[in-house]
């Protein structure tokens, strides 16, 4: 255990496992912290890799160098230091490589698909995650006996959740897979009366155990221990405070809390937060971090923050120079919005301030709004200071306004439970309980576990166009999850589209075996609604990205990816926000967005409906024509 009196980052690295994941909400200073952490230890002569599975994939741009993804990189400036990008879709393209005709000779001998239709909803579908095999590539790196640390710079908490989720979720696809091969099993033996294991049968025991594995990395805290990064804001620590519960309900072990840009506090409040901040992961230590700026970039100003990291919490006042507030050119800023509005953005930027801002302002006894969040990690509950499910929740005092957090993966699990609920009934009336259709039936039941990546988010999102389309609402207002995976959100309804053909096609080859009837319907609801989704972000008068960015080099990198990414989908971006401004921001050059605005900075951060509504009145226009 890390005790109180640890100095500095040696205290904290000495007292860390081989395996160290940094996590927390995004924008709290993961990379930072992982390669300040790495650099060390490569100082002490630990031969160590830093990894990040972030797919904003920023890492390299943090150490000053490019990386070659997928493959471990020496970083230049540091001997005993290599990095490496986790790249999931080559990962995934590893994994079928090796496994690819294996994997269709299962689906083959299971199902009633043409080998040229398995072929295809292998590739659209199997094995149901990219990240799913960049997390397995892991178990491999361990065994190399390479490195003597491993530093895991991790997603933020949402998607980073849903990683560790990864175990259950591929056992559903086993489960699948065996039950496939159970089929042909089943015949083997009734025609020669024995079987004997063939290269299917040892590709399942491989994926088993490298699943077990994994999961007593994951589990075991002499191999693994968290290192959470948070910030006194509390927004933040809510969701750091989630965050720590949750890897605590999954058997992970938390080994410090570390407090970036930290201060001594200033009022009651920050100084409740800091309090909190050792209520987090009880038996942790904490530690803390100035702040410095400007934000480290390269292995010599990430040395510098990693040599100002101290044991315990701030206790002494520290000066801050304020600069003078942005004016604006144009006047009050008017900001463009479309009846489905996505307000996206590195993590840690404030989209979730930003878009429950302007579902403040927009929202009047004439006009509904909804701000939902389909982030996994979802924070708009605690920007509006109020409690708020995944059901649509009027905001007090704020008419026309209303909020939802929502659970994607719970909404796709009731789907998923009434469609093996229908499957169950259909085969019992049908077909009865012989050995033969209760292989049939295992197999139909569970093939939604062969969906794509963010198949739930979809799921969710397409649902939110037929709201607008309903009228439910004037506008909805989505804040989702940061860059990496908003980029495949907004991929997703093609991808989407697939599969649900591929799917509704293998239920067809099922047809002399049972009629799938109403589970077809919904699935053909499904596409309707994917297809309508689709056909709505593809129109600028009716869908819009309005990006939030911060005046920082790495943010500024990723937000001009960020916006050329989306045009070149085909998706309209009506703006940016650059938020926490304490001088005025330099515009992006030609071919940005023609509206950019500029959000004050404040202290404390805006909080409550009646807070975000005062700070709004604070943006100013940017003027589009000067590019500094």
């Known amino acids: 255990?890390?005790?109180?009196?640890?100095?500095?980052?040696?205290?904290?690295?000495?007292?860390?496992?081989?395996?160290?994941?940094?996590?927390?909400?995004?924008?709290?200073?993961?990379?930072?912290?992982?390669?300040?952490?790495?650099?060390?230890?490569?100082?002490?002569?630990?031969?160590?890799?830093?990894?990040?599975?972030?797919?904003?994939?920023?890492?390299?741009?943090?150490?000053?160098?490019?990386?070659?993804?997928?493959?471990?990189?020496?970083?230049?400036?540091?001997?005993?230091?290599?990095?490496?990008?986790?790249?999931?879709?080559?990962?995934?393209?590893?994994?079928?490589?090796?496994?690819?005709?294996?994997?269709?000779?299962?689906?083959?001998?299971?199902?009633?698909?043409?080998?040229?239709?398995?072929?295809?909803?292998?590739?659209?579908?199997?094995?149901?995650?990219?990240?799913?095999?960049?997390?397995?590539?892991?178990?491999?790196?361990?065994?190399?006996?390479?490195?003597?640390?491993?530093?895991?710079?991790?997603?933020?908490?949402?998607?980073?959740?849903?990683?560790?989720?990864?175990?259950?979720?591929?056992?559903?696809?086993?489960?699948l897979l065996d039950a496939m091969q159970d089929k042909h099993r089943f015949i083997v033996r009734a025609l020669t009366h024995r079987y004997r294991a063939d290269d299917a049968d040892r590709m399942l025991d491989t994926l088993r155990g490298q699943l077990s594995a994994l999961r007593g990395v994951l589990q075991d805290a002499a191999r693994l221990a968290v290192v959470l990064i948070a910030r006194v804001e509390s927004l933040v620590m809510a969701e750091t405070a989630r965050y720590a519960e949750s890897l605590h309900s999954r058997g992970l072990s938390i080994g410090a809390v570390v407090m970036n840009a930290a201060r001594a506090p200033r009022s009651a409040p920050e100084a409740e937060l800091l309090t909190a901040l050792g209520q987090i992961a009880p038996g942790a230590a904490c530690f803390h971090v100035p702040s410095l700026a400007p934000p480290p970039i390269g292995l010599e100003a990430i040395d510098r923050w990693g040599s100002a990291l101290r044991p315990g919490v701030p206790c002494r006042t520290a000066t801050r120079t304020r600069r003078a507030a942005p004016t604006a050119e144009a006047g009050s800023a008017v900001i463009p919005v479309r009846p489905l509005t996505i307000v996206g953005g590195k993590g840690g930027v404030g989209k979730t301030t930003v878009a429950c801002a302007l579902g403040v302002c927009l929202a009047s006894a004439d006009r509904r709004v909804l701000v939902i969040s389909t982030d996994p990690a979802p924070s708009v509950g605690d920007a509006l200071g109020q409690l708020v499910g995944d059901a649509a929740t009027p905001v007090p005092d704020t008419s026309g306004l209303f909020a939802r957090q929502l659970d994607a993966p719970a909404g796709f699990e009731r789907f998923r439970a009434s469609y093996r609920e229908r499957i169950d009934g259909l085969f019992a009336e049908m077909l009865g309980g012989s050995a033969a259709s209760s292989q049939d039936r295992a197999i139909m039941r569970e093939l939604l576990s062969l969906a794509p990546p963010g198949i739930d988010e979809l799921y969710a999102l397409a649902s939110l166009g037929e709201t607008l389309e309903n009228s439910d609402f004037d506008t909805v207002i989505v804040d989702p999850a940061p860059t990496g995976h908003l980029l495949r959100l907004l991929e997703s309804p093609k991808l989407g589209l697939a599969w649900s053909h591929r799917l509704l096609r293998l239920m067809l080859k099922y047809r002399e075996v049972v009629r799938p009837g109403a589970v077809a319907g919904e699935l053909l609801a499904f596409s309707r609604r994917t297809r309508a989704l689709d056909a709505m972000l593809h129109d600028p008068q009716r869908a819009m990205l309005l990006v939030v960015a911060l005046d920082e080099p790495l943010v500024r990198e990723e937000t001009t990816r960020l916006v050329a990414s989306v045009r070149a989908l085909g998706i309209s971006v009506g703006g940016i926000v650059w938020n926490r401004v304490t001088h005025r921001p330099s515009t992006l050059p030609s071919g940005a967005p023609p509206s950019q605005f500029a959000a004050a900075s404040i202290e404390p951060p805006p909080h409550g409906a009646e807070g975000l509504r005062r700070w709004s009145m604070r943006w100013t226009s940017l003027a589009s024509t000067e590019h500094e």
């Open 1 to 175: 255990m890390i005790t109180a009196t640890s100095e500095g980052l040696d205290g904290l690295l000495d007292a860390l496992p081989m395996w160290v994941l940094v996590g927390g909400k995004g924008g709290v200073g993961k990379t930072t912290c992982a390669a300040a952490l790495a650099s060390r230890g490569a100082q002490r002569g630990e031969r160590t890799l830093l990894l990040s599975s972030d797919p904003a994939g920023s890492l390299g741009a943090m150490l000053g160098q490019p990386l070659d993804a997928g493959v471990p990189t020496a970083v230049q400036a540091r001997h005993g230091l290599d990095a490496l990008q986790l790249d999931a879709p080559r990962a995934r393209a590893a994994f079928l490589a090796r496994w690819r005709e294996t994997l269709i000779t299962i689906v083959d001998r299971g199902t009633y698909l043409d080998r040229d239709d398995v072929a295809g909803l292998i590739d659209a579908a199997m094995p149901g995650s990219d990240e799913t095999m960049a997390l397995l590539t892991l178990i491999d790196l361990e065994r190399t006996g390479r490195w003597r640390r491993i530093i895991l710079d991790t997603a933020p908490s949402g998607h980073t959740l849903r990683l560790l989720e990864m175990p259950r979720t591929f056992d559903g696809v086993l489960a």
